[in-house]
Nanobody
Framework: QLQLVESGGGLVQPGGSHTLSCTAP????????IGWFRQVPEKEREGISC????????YYNASVKGRFTISRDPVLNIVYLQMNNLQPEDTGIYYC??????????????WGKGTTVTVAS
């Protein structure tokens, strides 16, 4: 059973940068479409970014485009979400999700437990 583990959450000042990581011990994440999703209270979970090596495809939510970057380290088998110029509205629980099916929706088979990012001064 693929288990995703997110890490890197924390408190960040507005305008700051932070990087989240997603790993899956024992599984080759290159074979999966990986998505980052954000959940805030009383709002629907939203897709932030998505990456597919097979389809050579990346997606960014308009709210983060130009500020966030999804990347992979194939050797370490880690998927990163580099977040720059963070704003209070970026606060939330960030989830990593994986699926071997194409597409960047939240219909993903595997989910991590999430890591919390708080943007505040």
């Amino acid at each position: 059973q693929l288990q995703l583990v997110e890490s890197g959450g924390g408190l960040v000042q507005p305008g700051g940068s932070h990087t989240l990581s997603c790993t899956a011990p024992g599984f080759n994440l290159r074979l999966y479409v990986i998505g980052w999703f954000r959940q805030v209270p009383e709002k629907e979970r939203e897709g932030i970014s998505c990456s597919s090596i097979k389809d050579d495809f990346e997606y960014y939510n308009a709210s983060v485009k130009g500020r966030f970057t999804i990347s992979r380290d194939p050797v370490l088998n880690i998927v990163y979400l580099q977040m720059n110029n963070l704003q209070p509205e970026d606060t939330g629980i960030y989830y990593c999700a994986a699926d071997q099916r194409p597409g960047c929706t939240d219909a993903k088979e595997h989910w991590g437990k999430g890591t919390t990012v708080t943007v505040a001064s």
